[in-house]
């Protein structure tokens, strides 16, 4: 009967003893590994696949992914979210608001070790507190496939951001994403987060928005700034950055040549700090957009601003909503624009400012040169009935009458505005392209009007949708 025994593995023979986890969640995901690998062993697979065998084993994974993040569940007492284990294999995993606290947290983080799927992970509003913090990264240590994570409005706090920086300083994470808006990170956590910003690599957009920087956090933003070679998108608005702040910011700004996007919306620069922002435009030449709406900032920082825009190359966007400007700051605004041959701007937002039909004609000028120019206002004062009509007539309507007389469709129309005859267009390339045709001449007005039927993403015009919004 010896001979008839199956062969024990070897490492039966081997100690018995065990290394001691080094902490309580190294050991909470052996457990739950543990528990999942006592299943009925696979058969061999045969040479010949067939695509049942392979779905089989697909079906087979995500079923030991489901039991162990059940089994993780039961470790950490926590009732399961049904949504998490239907959507395992999705690339988007929106858990926001779920009350997960941070046991439910580390049961999900089990789960994502292993997890191939999962691209982008939404945890706002979670309570996830230091605990589930360090469970997540612990699990982007593990998990090479998620490069999405939100956190945003979990209070996370010093503790939070010192869990964060630790993590960013290693570098080693697939993560290139990060919201942390709402976690009520003050100064002190800034000097971390920069810190380890500073020669980080990875994050391409970070989301700081919502939080308590002051004067202090602006100087360490700055400084960050100055070295950091990774991220393109930045958005600091609503915090309480001032005058101080405002300058050590821009100060590292004017050194840094990655940053693209950068939203310091809902501030308190000022007229101060406009100087320096129209010395960082002079200079700076990867800025694509710029959003520094309700700063406090008058027409005599709107005058600093347009001297830097007569050098600037690079920015397309500029939102100054809700600053305190009048017309004669939106006209020092587009008449920088027309100094400059080399403006890329597309689109500037002073859409709480009152403008007149002279104002418009100048703005006529200004598109002469640069016909990929949009500058949203509130309205126009004064306007005569004639001029009304004018602005208001249906810009489909004409197109569609002069389709008509050419015996051509309206997407013909369209499609010869593309170079390359395709469906979609770049909004800034659209727009410098309707406005150069003569076939049916528009103004500035109806063109905006066309752009907003059209578009189905932001800053692209989709011509399949003219079905939707013919007259």
Not at 45 to 54: A, N, P, W
Not at 321 to 347: C, Y
Request: hydrophobic residues 40%; glycine residues 6%.
């Amino acid at each position: 009967m010896d001979n008839d025994e199956p062969l024990e593995p070897e490492t039966k023979d081997e100690p018995e003893t065990k290394p001691t986890p080094q902490n309580s969640d190294e050991t909470l995901y052996c457990e739950a590994e543990a528990s999942v690998a006592v299943e009925k062993e696979k058969p061999a697979r045969e040479s010949s696949e067939t695509d049942l065998e392979i779905e089989d084993t697909e079906k087979f994974f995500t079923t030991r992914q489901n039991e162990l993040y059940l089994e993780a569940c039961r470790l950490m007492s926590v009732v399961p979210v049904s949504y998490f284990l239907r959507n395992m294999e999705e690339s988007y995993m929106n858990l926001n608001h779920h009350g997960l606290g941070p046991n439910g947290t580390k049961a999900i983080a089990i789960a994502l070790v292993s997890n191939t799927s999962v691209v982008t992970l939404e945890l706002a509003d979670n309570g996830l507190m230091e605990e589930g913090i360090l469970s997540l990264l612990e699990m982007l240590q593990e998990n090479y496939y998620l490069q999405e994570l939100n956190v945003s409005d979990n209070d996370l706090g010093f503790k939070g951001a010192k869990i964060i920086s630790e993590f960013l300083q290693r570098n080693t994470s697939s993560l290139w994403n990060l919201q942390l808006s709402g976690n009520n990170f003050r100064d002190e956590s800034a000097e971390l987060l920069c810190q380890a910003l500073a020669a980080n690599y990875q994050i391409k957009t970070l989301d700081l928005s919502h939080n308590q920087f002051s004067d202090k956090g602006g100087e360490y933003m700055g400084q960050m700034l100055a070295l950091n070679v990774g991220l393109k998108s930045l958005d600091l608005s609503w915090n309480h950055f001032y005058i101080r702040g405002a300058v050590a910011l821009c100060n590292g700004l004017r050194a840094n040549g990655t940053l693209q996007k950068l939203d310091l919306s809902m501030n308190g620069f000022g007229n101060e700090g406009a100087t320096a922002l129209g010395e960082v435009l002079r200079l700076n030449s990867s800025l694509v957009y710029l959003d520094i709406s309700i700063n406090d900032i008058s027409n005599e920082g709107i005058s600093k601003i347009s001297k830097g825009l007569e050098f600037n190359e690079s920015l397309k966007v500029l939102k100054l909503f809700l600053n305190p400007m009048s017309m004669d700051g939106a006209v020092l605004l587009i008449l920088s624009i027309k100094r400059n041959p080399k403006s890329k701007m597309e689109e500037i937002d002073i859409s709480n400012v009152l403008v007149s039909e002279q104002f418009l004609k100048i703005l006529d000028g200004v598109c002469a040169i640069h016909p990929q120019l949009d500058v949203v206002y509130k309205a126009v004062q004064g306007l005569s009935a004639k001029t009304t009509v004018l602005l208001w007539a249906n810009p489909m309507k004409l197109i569609q009458n002069y389709a008509d007389q050419h015996k051509i469709t309206v997407l013909d129309f369209f499609k010869s505005l593309s170079p390359d005859g395709k469906m979609t267009m770049p909004v800034g390339n659209f727009r410098k392209a309707i406005i150069l045709q003569d076939k049916v001449p528009l103004n500035l007005y109806q063109v905006r009007e066309l752009v907003k039927k059209l578009s189905d993403k932001p800053n692209m015009v989709n011509f399949s949708l003219l079905k939707t919004v013919m007259p």
